[in-house]
T-cell receptor
Framework: GAVVSQHPSRVICKSGTSVKIECRSL??????MFWYRQFPKKSLMLMAT?????????EQGVEKDKFLINHASLTLSTLTVTSAHPEDSSFYIC??????????FGAGSRLTVL | GENVEQHPSTLSVQEGDSAVIKCTYS??????FPWYKQELGKGPQLIID?????GEKKDQRIAVTLNKTAKHFSLHITETQPEDSAVYFC?????????????FGQGTILTVHP
C-alpha cells in the first residue's frame, strides 16, 4: 500500500534556529500533500496544502514566513520551521493524497524547542 | 467552512463490548467521511471510510453508518479488544474538488479494559 515516510521522528533544537522536516511518498507520486500540527490530546489542525511545483496554500492564522513549505518533486514536501521558539514545540504530521480524497499519513515529527 | 463535532471525548468499555462514536458535520457538500485510529506518538491510520452514496459500510468488527439528511455518521466497533484502545478521529472532506482537504473531529479516547 501507499506509504508516507516522515523524517526526523524527533528533533530538539535551540530557540532561534530553523528545523526542516521531510515528508516523502515512497511508492507513489503525490501532487498534493498536507501539513498538520497536533497539540497534546488535541485534534489535527491543518496548517497548509502543499502542491508540487507551486506555492503552498496556508490556512488562516498560519504564518507562511514562519512555516516554509516546499514541494519541489512529486515525492517530497518539506516543512521548515524558521527561527523556532518554544511555542512552536508540537507534533507535526504530513499526509499525501493517494486519490479520491484518500489520505495516507506519515508517522509524525515531534519538535521540541528549548 | 466545514465544522465537525465528535462525541464522546472519552469512552471506556469492557473487552468484548461494543463501542460507538458519533460525528456531525455542517457542510452538505461533503462527500467523503473517513475514520482514523491514532496510537500514542504515531500518525493517524485510516481504518474505514464511507462516501455519500452509501449508507453503511462494514469491515470485520468495524462498521460506519452515514445519514446525509441529518449530517451525521458513526463508527461502530464490535467485540472490542484491548488493542483497540487508541484515539479515534472522524473527518469530513471539503466537498467538490478539495483533493483530500479534511476537517477532523476533536477525537475520542477509547479505552478497552481486559
Amino acid at each position: 500500500g501507499a506509504v508516507v515516510s516522515q523524517h526526523p521522528s524527533r528533533v530538539i533544537c535551540k530557540s532561534g534556529t530553523s528545523v526542516k522536516i521531510e515528508c516523502r511518498s515512497l511508492d507513489f507520486q503525490a501532487t498534493t500533500m498536507f501539513w498538520y500540527r497536533q497539540f497534546p490530546k488535541k485534534s489535527l489542525m491543518l496548517m497548509a496544502t502543499s502542491n508540487e511545483g507551486s506555492k503552498a496554500t496556508y490556512e488562516q492564522g498560519v504564518e507562511k514566513d514562519k512555516f516554509l513549505i516546499n514541494h519541489a518533486s512529486l515525492t517530497l514536501s518539506t516543512l521548515t520551521v524558521t527561527s523556532a521558539h518554544p511555542e512552536d514545540s508540537s507534533f507535526y504530521i504530513c499526509s499525501a493524497s493517494v486519490g479520491a480524497n484518500v489520505l495516507t499519513f506519515g508517522a509524525g515529527s515531534r519538535l521540541t524547542v528549548l | 467552512g466545514e465544522n465537525v463535532e465528535q462525541h464522546p471525548s472519552t469512552l471506556s468499555v469492557q473487552e468484548g463490548d461494543s463501542a460507538v462514536i458519533k460525528c456531525t458535520y455542517s457542510d452538505s457538500a461533503s462527500n467523503y467521511f473517513p475514520w482514523y485510529k491514532q496510537e500514542l506518538g504515531k500518525g493517524p491510520q485510516l481504518i474505514i471510510d464511507i462516501r455519500s452514496n452509501v449508507g453503511e459500510k462494514k469491515d470485520q468488527r468495524i462498521a460506519v453508518t452515514l445519514n446525509k439528511t441529518a449530517k451525521h455518521f458513526s463508527l461502530h466497533i464490535t467485540e472490542t479488544q484491548p488493542e483497540d484502545s487508541a484515539v479515534y478521529f472522524c473527518a469530513a472532506d471539503a466537498g467538490g474538488t478539495s483533493y483530500g482537504k479534511l476537517t477532523f473531529g476533536q477525537g475520542t479516547i477509547l479505552t478497552v479494559h481486559p
